[in-house]
Nanobody, 128 residues
Framework: QVQLVESGGGLVQPGGSLRLSCAAS????????IGWFRQAPGKEREGIAC????????YYADSVKGRFAISRDNAKNSVWLDMSDLDAEDTAVYTC?????????????????????WGQGTQVTVSS
């Protein structure tokens, strides 16, 4: 079964850090770009970070730039999102997603409609 499974969410205090994991099963991530998205209550899903398959080029939304870092290890078939300096506005369900561009290598981007495989999400709550 092809799936992505996120883990690492939880409750964290403002200013704290958290590491989210995204593990693939049923397929290998080597040729896939990976994006992290989040959705807060009452808001649309927002793309926040992505990493390409070949040169591991990364892209971040302005809302998380400088605070979040995306990384991957194809040998472990996993991707991570390291989040720091968290605040209440980061509270959301975080979901990873994957897309294979079939031999093309565009710059990493966060167009939700392009992503083919989605995880179930993990809740991150920032609160004191």
């Amino acid at each position: 079964q092809v799936q992505l499974v996120e883990s690492g969410g939880g409750l964290v205090q403002p200013g704290g850090s958290l590491r989210l994991s995204c593990a693939a099963s049923g397929f290998t991530l080597d040729s896939y770009y990976i994006g992290w998205f989040r959705q807060a209550p009452g808001k649309e899903r927002e793309g926040i970070a992505c990493i390409s398959s070949s040169d591991w080029h990364t892209y971040y939304a302005d809302s998380v730039k400088g605070r979040f870092a995306i990384s991957r290890d194809n040998a472990k078939n996993s991707v991570w999102l390291d989040m720091s300096d968290l605040d209440a506005e980061d509270t959301a369900v975080y979901t990873c997603a994957a897309i294979d561009y079939d031999g093309r290598y565009p710059p990493c981007r966060l167009r939700k409609s392009e992503y083919e495989i989605w995880g179930q999400g993990t809740q991150v709550t920032v609160s004191s």
